[in-house]
C-alpha cells in the first residue's frame, strides 16, 4: 500500500511537467513548419517554464528556501506572462510593455518583501496571484478594445477570464481557511499546491486548445487565399475572383447600385513572348497586374489566365468607365519592362460591361468578354463599351381584345 501511495505521488508529482513536455514539442513542432507565426515559439518557452517550474518545486525539497521560491514563482510568472504576450502577437496587437513591467515590478517587490523582509507564505500567496490577475485582466481587456471579430478571437477573452479566475479563487480560499497552506511545513505538501497541480493541467490545456484553434483557423485562411491568389502576380485568380464578384452582385441586389466589369487583354502578347523570352513576359504580366491593382480603382481585381485580367466595381457609373478605361490604358502605355526595348508599343485591349438588370456574373463577363473580342477585332489598344439595353415597352393599345 505504502508503495501504491508512493507510485500515486510520483505519478501526480509528473503530470505537469509531462504535459508541458508534451505542448512544449506540439507548439515547436507547429513553428518549426511555420516560421512566421512566432507566438508558437513565445508558447513553446511558456509552457518550458512551466515544465520547469512545477519539476523544481515537487522534486528539490532538499534544497527549499527563499531561493528555491524566488526560483519557481518567477517560471510561472514568465510563463503565464509568455502565454498573454503570445495572445498580443498572434492577434498583431502592439503589446503594453511598459504596463506589464510596472505589474512585474510591483509584484516582484511585495514578493521579496514578504519573502525576505516579513516573511509570510499567505502574503505572498495574495501578491503572487494578484499579479497573475492583473495581468489577464490588461490581456482581456485589450482584447476586447480589439472588437474581436470571430468565435476564436472571443475565446481568447474568455481564456483571460479563466486565468483570472484561478488566479482569484484560490487565494480567496485560503483567506477563508478552505485552502490549507502547511504553514509549518514546505508548501508543497499544502492543500494549496495540491489543488495548482491538478488544476494546472486543465489550464495548460486550454491554453494550448485555445492557441491551436486559433492557428489552425489561420493556417485554412492562408491556404484557402493560396488557393484563390495568382502566384505571379499576386491578384486574385479566376476561381478567387468569381466567388468574390458573385458575393458583391449577391450585396446590391434589390439596391439601386449596378456593378460593371472590365475585362483586360495585353495586345500581341504571343509576340512578346516569342521575341523576348517567357521572362521577359512574365514581366510585363506582372507589371500589368500591379498597374491595374493600383491606378484601376476596382473593388476587384483578378488575373483570369494568360494574359488577360479582370475589374470589378461595385458601384459603377456609366460615364465614368470609358474614361478610366482610357487613362488606364495610358497608364499602361507608359511602362518600362526590363528586356522590353524603351519605346516598345505595350498596349492593352478592354471591353466592358455595366450590368443590366439582374444579370448573373457569367452573363456580365460573356457580355464584357464580347465587347474585348470587338475592341481587339476593331484595331485593338481601345476601350469598348456594351451597348445600352433597352426593355422593349409593351403597347397597351396592343391588348389583343380587337
Keep these: 500500500m505504502q508503495t501504491l501511495q508512493v507510485t500515486g505521488e510520483l505519478a501526480f508529482k509528473l503530470l505537469n511537467p509531462a504535459i508541458s513536455l508534451v505542448l512544449v514539442t506540439t507548439f515547436l513542432t507547429l513553428w518549426f513548419r511555420h516560421r512566421s507565426h512566432t507566438h508558437l515559439l513565445m508558447l513553446a518557452g511558456a509552457f518550458t517554464l512551466s515544465g520547469i517550474a512545477f519539476a523544481a518545486n515537487d522534486f528539490l525539497h ?55 523582509v516579513e516573511p509570510s507564505t499567505p502574503a505572498r500567496i495574495y501578491i503572487v496571484n494578484a499579479t497573475f490577475a492583473v495581468i489577464a485582466t490588461i490581456t482581456g481587456y485589450a482584447l476586447i478594445r480589439a472588437k ?8 481568447f477573452v474568455g481564456l483571460a477570464g479563466f486565468i483570472f479566475t484561478l488566479a482569484i479563487a484560490r ?44 492557428f489552425a483557423v489561420q493556417i485554412f485562411a492562408e491556404l484557402r487565399n493560396q488557393a484563390e491568389r495568382d502566384y505571379l502576380t499576386g491578384l486574385l485568380n479566376r476561381r478567387g475572383f468569381d466567388m468574390q464578384a458573385a458575393r ?7 439596391t439601386i447600385w449596378q456593378p460593371a466589369l472590365m475585362v483586360v487583354d495585353i495586345d500581341n502578347f504571343k509576340m512578346i513572348n516569342d521575341t523576348f523570352g517567357h521572362g521577359t513576359g512574365d514581366r510585363v504580366i506582372a507589371a500589368v497586374a500591379r498597374a491595374l491593382a493600383t491606378h484601376a480603382g476596382a473593388d476587384i481585381v483578378g488575373r483570369m489566365g494568360g494574359e488577360e485580367f479582370a475589374l470589378f466595381y461595385n458601384r459603377a457609373r456609366r460615364g465614368e468607365l470609358a474614361p478610366c478605361a482610357d487613362a488606364l490604358r495610358r497608364e499602361i502605355g507608359r511602362l518600362r519592362i526590363v528586356d522590353l526595348p ?12 455595366p450590368r443590366h438588370q439582374s444579370q448573373t456574373l457569367s452573363e456580365m463577363m460573356k457580355q464584357a468578354d464580347q465587347a474585348l473580342y470587338a475592341a481587339k477585332s476593331g484595331g ?15 403597347d397597351k393599345r396592343d391588348t389583343g381584345t380587337g
Excluded at 64 to 93: E, H, K, T, W
Excluded at 100 to 113: I, M, P, Y
Excluded at 148 to 155: F, G, I, K, L
Excluded at 248 to 254: L, N, T, Y
Aim: aromatic share 10%; proline share 8%.
Design 248 to 254: 458583391s452582385i449577391d450585396a446590391v441586389e434589390g
Design 171 to 214: 487565494p480567496v480560499a485560503t483567506f477563508m481557511d478552505r485552502l490549507d497552506i502547511n504553514p509549518g511545513g514546505p508548501i508543497g505538501a499544502s492543500a494549496y499546491w495540491a489543488t495548482i497541480q491538478a488544476l494546472t493541467p486543465l489550464l495548460a490545456l486550454t491554453i494550448a486548445l485555445s492557441f491551436l484553434a486559433a
Design 380 to 394: 485593338k489598344d481601345q476601350a469598348l463599351m456594351t451597348a445600352l439595353s433597352l426593355n422593349p415597352v409593351p
Design 62 to 116: 532538499a534544497y527549499d528556501g527563499p531561493a528555491l521560491r524566488v526560483f519557481v514563482n518567477g517560471l510561472f510568472l514568465a510563463a503565464i506572462l509568455g502565454a498573454c504576450l503570445s495572445a498580443f502577437v498572434r492577434a498583431r496587437m502592439p503589446v503594453p510593455l511598459g504596463l506589464f513591467a510596472a505589474v512585474v515590478t510591483a509584484g516582484a517587490t511585495g514578493f521579496s518583501w514578504f519573502l525576505f
Design 342 to 353: 524603351a519605346g516598345y508599343p505595350l498596349t492593352v485591349s478592354i471591353g466592358i460591361h
Design 148 to 155: 474581436p471579430r470571430s468565435a476564436v478571437d472571443w475565446m
